[in-house]
């Protein structure tokens, strides 16, 4: 079990849907991550929330867009996607975003597009 | 561009035997390193951090760093089947985002 908590889970749909993403820590961390992990290959960066506010985003297509409603909690919401976009992902969170404070990730979602 | 390497493997140990990892970055202003080990299908797991120079152990995994040479390697003494995984190798530039190495298989055969 991890302590940042992600769902759902499996998520399968079409590419006309419109669905989110949600992660959530409770251990005081002020920098959150969303993720992208294809099979065999290494997590690739999409956003990054650091004290609420968007800080980073790694030129991520605009049918994904994050959401961070509280120092807890982190959206992703999904509308549009490709079948490309299939993959695992997922959320992390850091005591700041600057510093040598180590990320945790959570369990992930993995997503497929039908 | 800032890189990290590590040999994709797959490194095939025996149960019981020393597992070797190691881990190249060339951003000479790295300030912290980290180890994930990633089972199949499920998400990285923080096992070890390191920020100085020398080694530091937890258990059976011994991290070492030489910033000097630039590499980070990560040690797993008596292996265990249930290290098989594949392992991230993570580096954090000074400022700047956590970059991560394309991961080495481990297998560990009974």
């Known amino acids: 079990d991890t302590e940042v908590t992600q769902t759902p889970k499996h998520l399968v749909m079409g590419m006309t849907n419109k669905k989110s993403l949600k992660c959530e820590q409770h251990?005081?961390?002020?920098?959150m991550y969303w993720y992208k992990q294809k099979a065999k290959k290494p997590p690739e960066l999409m956003f990054v929330y650091s004290y609420e506010k968007l800080s980073i985003n790694e030129s991520v297509p605009s049918r994904f867009s994050p959401e961070c409603p509280n120092s807890s909690l982190l959206n992703l919401h999904l509308h549009a996607l490709q079948p490309e976009d299939s993959a695992l992902y997922l959320c992390?969170?850091?005591?700041?975003?600057?510093?040598?404070?180590?990320?945790?990730f959570g369990d992930g979602t993995r997503l497929s597009i039908l | 561009q800032k890189e990290v390497e590590q040999n994709s493997g797959p490194l095939s140990v025996p149960e019981g035997a020393i597992a070797s990892l190691n881990c190249t970055y060339s951003d000479r202003g790295s300030q912290s390193f980290f180890w994930y080990r990633q089972y199949s299908g499920k998400s990285p797991e923080l096992i070890m951090s390191?920020?100085?120079?020398g080694d530091k152990e937890d258990g059976r995994f011994t991290a070492q760093l030489n910033k000097a040479s630039q590499y980070v390697s990560l040690l797993i003494r008596d292996s265990q089947p249930s290290d098989s995984a594949t392992y991230l190798c993570a580096v954090r530039p000074q400022g700047g985002k956590l970059i991560f190495g394309q991961g080495t298989e481990l297998s560990v055969k009974p």
């Open positions: 390191i920020y100085s120079n």
């Open positions: 251990m005081g961390h002020r920098a």
């Open positions: 992390a969170s850091s005591q700041r975003q600057v510093g040598n404070q180590p990320q945790h």
